[in-house]
């Protein structure tokens, strides 16, 4: 749906998209995303989320994003030194969402962050905030979500270990004194986004909906996704939409995805998605999620 979602996830995905989303649902879900990015790069998701009664419901996901491992090449050696390196990103968090009202809820991730390239790393702490109002309208849903506010990031390591002359005029003196090069901060990509949603047309087995997110990123500009979704019976779905829309020097655009849920047992659904998202010269991102409730 282009990532226009932010209004409407009221499953395991909320997780991601907005916390406030995951009070909606009545039954325990779990949800495996993988994802062929761009550049061989993978991106896994995995989260879970449960009602705990009167207090609301509990969430716990992980997300990792794996760059693959790469040849370690020095100015003397352009092809290589022989040795291998890798890099990769991992989030750890835990979600609450509560329904204030029977059309308003909040929700709150908490998440660790940790970045990893060769022998430096980099560790965070980070939260999300979000808000879902259902309101009277055709099922009009407003969504908010504010994304990763939280401390600034600093790479450490044995790379950055060095051995110092503290005065390399005097004679005799200590000139392998170790040392650790200071790394510059940068802080988390903070990201406010706010969606509309509506279910245009309800009618017997068919459900329409249509839904526009506007998103204002901290390092970049504002843009806009837009996207719908057909549903026949809530067992299969056709989506699509446009990301990024106005976006200064934007690659993404055009995406489409389809869906199959069905009831197994009387209680146990399972849903399996496929997305395509087009990336321009950067060619394409691929989607295959699957995902259980109870």
Avoid: C
Avoid at 30 to 50: C, E, P, Q, R, S
Avoid at 63 to 84: C, F, H, K, S, W
Avoid at 209 to 217: E, L
């Amino acid at each position: 749906m282009g990532g226009a979602f932010v209004a409407t996830a009221d499953d395991a995905s909320a997780l991601y998209w907005n916390p406030a989303g995951i009070a909606r649902s009545s039954r325990m879900q779990f949800l495996f995303m993988n994802t062929n990015w761009i550049a061989d790069i993978k991106f896994n998701y995995a989260g879970v989320t449960f009602p705990v009664g009167a207090l609301g419901s509990m969430g716990v996901f992980l997300t990792t994003l794996n760059y693959g491992d790469m040849a370690v090449r020095t100015v003397d050696q352009p092809d290589g030194t022989g040795e291998i390196f890798s890099a990769a990103d991992l989030a750890l968090g835990i979600s609450y969402s509560r329904a204030l009202t029977d059309r308003f809820s909040i929700g709150f991730n908490a998440k660790y962050i940790h970045q990893s390239i060769w022998h430096e790393s980099a560790n965070g702490m980070a939260v999300d905030l979000g808000t879902l109002f259902v309101t009277g309208l055709n099922g009009l849903r407003i969504g908010a979500s504010l994304l990763n506010f939280g401390s600034d990031m600093r790479m450490e390591g044995k790379d950055v270990l060095v051995f110092h002359d503290i005065d390399p005029y005097i004679l005799g003196n200590n000139d392998r004194v170790p040392a650790n090069l200071q790394t510059e901060k940068w802080p988390l990509p903070l990201i406010f986004q706010f969606g509309l949603a509506m279910d245009v047309v309800k009618s017997g087995a068919n459900l329409l909906t249509i839904a526009v997110d506007a998103v204002h990123p901290y390092d970049n500009t504002e843009s806009l996704n837009i996207g719908a979704e057909y549903s026949f019976r809530n067992m299969f779905s056709l989506r699509a939409g446009f990301r990024d829309l106005f976006l200064r020097d934007g690659e993404q655009g055009p995406t489409f995805g389809i869906g199959f849920n069905n009831t197994f047992l009387g209680n146990l659904s399972i849903r399996i998605d496929y997305a395509y998202a087009d990336f321009g010269r950067l060619e394409n991102a691929q989607h295959l999620s699957l995902a259980l409730s109870l």
